[in-house]
């Protein structure tokens, strides 16, 4: 059964730090792409950010850039998402997927394994 399982979120004060994490299995994690989507209230999905199969590409979306990092670690069949300098509006449900598609996206539509998400609050 594939599974992928965040945690890591929570509530913090604007300007703090979060460290989220995806654990996958069920399927071969090092020939998958991750990546790491939010929808905010009100909202449509978003993409934030997205992780090669070796981890040698990676993508952030504007917004995040300089604040956020993705990692993976192959051995632990576990992706991470490093937020740094939180600001009200990252607040969202944060969603880690998976693709094999041929090339690093963001598009979800691209994905074909989904997490269940975990809340991120970010008060002011």
Known sequence: EVQL???GGGLVQAGGSLRLSCAA???TFD???IGWF???PGKELEGVSCISSRGGSTYYVDSVK???TIS???AKNTVYLQMNSLKPEDTAVYYCAATNYRVTTINPLRYNYWGQGTQVTVSS
């Open 5 to 7: 399982v965040e945690s």
């Open 72 to 74: 993976r670690d192959n």
């Open 38 to 40: 939010r929808r905010a």
């Open 25 to 27: 299995s069920g399927f």
């Open 66 to 68: 300089g604040r956020f």
């Open 31 to 33: 020939d998958y792409r």
